[in-house]
């Protein structure tokens, strides 16, 4: 099948690269030159594991290519997908779609044959019938679908849920659209991945839904920890205490230092603005949304207690500073908020992250010190401070780190180690949620 990718970003490139390594002829377009040259070299602009192995075998295989060109590719596809950026609007929260809708003008002019329009961004309930609008408006004789397919990635971990999905929802009512889709997602029928055929809306509110309700499961265990730590008892056994049930699930019950990355803090947003212009609040995704902002910040409060009361002159050492492991991607990563409350307080910030600092320089004071390792970033430090839960922080010689410090305290927020273990070393150490 002939594929088009317009959107070479995070969703298109992963996506591209695997719908490739299916065996689809695939293009991936951008509309930054310098990015599709990059490409064509080899040079993978984001860091996601596995990536950059796929994308050159698929390119030299044939399968796989980078233009700026939409139309020629466009003209020859059976499916074109939307993988641009839905970021939040500036000012209101609603998701900025002039990306989607530009890109449903272009393939407009270009289409020729049946070609079905997917949109794979996360986009608001409605878009796919504005999409639909828009080409029909432009080329009334054309002969197209729109179908909504959302994407589940996690950073991290895209390729792997790429290829093994929990399930794969396809929204249209067309039934010549939904065969398409089925040959596009074939390779994937022989690992017996649900395919989920749903209405256009539903396709689209079903990737809000879900990730607003692992949002909520995020923070509900997080003020879980909060009470834990209250009430003396330990998170992380009511989770699993929780998670053995098979009604809840264990997975997203780890406590920590709040939500962030691209999609859980934006898309709750999305919902929730949608929501209040339906007249139908999602006042559970609203508080959600409002805690787990709070709880970002109150994490340097938790740190300023740590030191004592106070932080001001002190220096704190910040080990992790992208939203999770795996990735550089530093959009919402709850360090953004606790380094800003540290230096709001006083403190000196010393920071390291094996794979996010050149993102986190753009976004953090400039004040902060960034270290080569873990070992120099804690070095004369009062506190240091697990933010995220990369590996190389789980296995620290904590001889070392006591040695390298000024005064021995830990705050870990990703409960990395065990309270008995690291006290015995003789640190001051807080975790989240862990009362006994
Ligand atoms: C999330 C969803 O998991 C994907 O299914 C979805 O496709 C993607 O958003 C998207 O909409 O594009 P992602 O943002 O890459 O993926 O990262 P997650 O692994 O979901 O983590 C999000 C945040 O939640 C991180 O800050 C992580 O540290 C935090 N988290 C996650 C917890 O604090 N506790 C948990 O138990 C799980």
Redesign the pocket.
């Known amino acids: 099948m002939k594929i088009v990718m317009v959107g070479s970003g995070y969703v298109g490139l992963v996506s591209g690269a695997c719908l490739a390594d299916f065996g689809h002829d695939v293009t991936c377009i951008d509309k930054l030159e310098g990015k599709i040259e990059a490409l064509k070299r080899g040079e993978i602009p984001i860091f996601e594991p596995g990536l950059a192995d796929l994308v050159k075998t698929n390119a030299a295989a044939g399968r796989l290519s980078f233009t700026t060109d939409l139309s020629g590719p466009v003209s020859r596809a059976d499916a074109v997908f939307i993988a641009v950026g839905t970021p939040s609007r500036r000012g209101d929260g609603f998701a900025d779609l002039s990306y989607v809708y530009a890109a449903a003008r272009e393939i407009a002019q270009a289409l020729d044959g049946y070609t079905v329009i997917v949109t794979k961004s996360?986009v608001p309930v409605g878009t796919g019938d504005e999409v639909e609008r828009i080409v029909r408006e432009l080329r009334p004789e054309a002969d197209f679908a729109v179908v909504s397919n959302p994407?589940?990635?996690?950073?991290g971990a895209a390729i792997e849920d790429f290829k093994r999905p929990d399930r794969i929802v396809i929204g249209t009512e067309d039934l010549r659209a939904q065969g398409v889709m089925g040959d596009v997602y074939r390779p994937l029928y022989l690992n017996s991945a649900p395919i989920l055929n749903t209405s256009r809306r539903t396709a689209e509110l079903t990737k809000y839904a879900a990730?607003a309700f692992?949002a909520t499961k995020?923070t509900f265990i997080n003020e879980m920890a909060d009470l834990c730590e209250q009430v003396g008892a330990n998170v992380q056994d009511v989770a699993r205490g929780m998670g053995l049930d098979n009604r809840i699930g264990s997975k997203?019950?780890?406590a920590?230092p709040g939500?962030?990355?691209?999609?859980?803090p934006k898309?709750t947003l999305a919902l929730i603005k949608t929501a209040q212009d339906y007249g139908t609040p999602t006042r559970i995704v609203e508080t959600v949304a409002a805690v787990n902002d709070q709880r970002k910040r109150a994490m340097g409060r938790k740190v300023v207690a740590a030191c004592g009361g106070s932080v001001r002159d002190k220096t704190i050492a910040v080990l992790g500073l992208t939203?999770?492991p795996g990735t550089d991607d530093m959009r919402d990563a709850p360090s953004l908020s606790i380094v800003t409350a540290l230096q709001d307080a006083g403190a000196r910030i010393r920071a390291f992250d094996p794979e996010g600092m050149e993102q986190a320089k753009a976004l953090l004071p400039p004040e902060v010190i960034y270290c080569a390792d873990a070992y120099e970033c804690v070095a004369g430090a009062d506190a240091a401070v697990i933010v995220t839960e990369w590996n190389i922080f789980r296995a620290l010689d904590l001889d070392r780190v006591r040695s390298l410090m000024n005064a021995a305290v830990l705050v870990d927020l990703r409960n990395v180690y065990r309270a008995e273990q690291v006290r015995a070393k003789g640190f001051t150490y807080v975790d989240i949620g862990r009362g006994v």
Do not use: A, P
Request: hydrophobic letters at 35%; one cysteine or more; charged letters at 25%.
């Open positions: 996360t994407e589940f990635l996690r950073e990730n692992l995020i997203f019950l780890h920590g939500y962030g990355g691209s999609c859980f898309d939203f999770k």
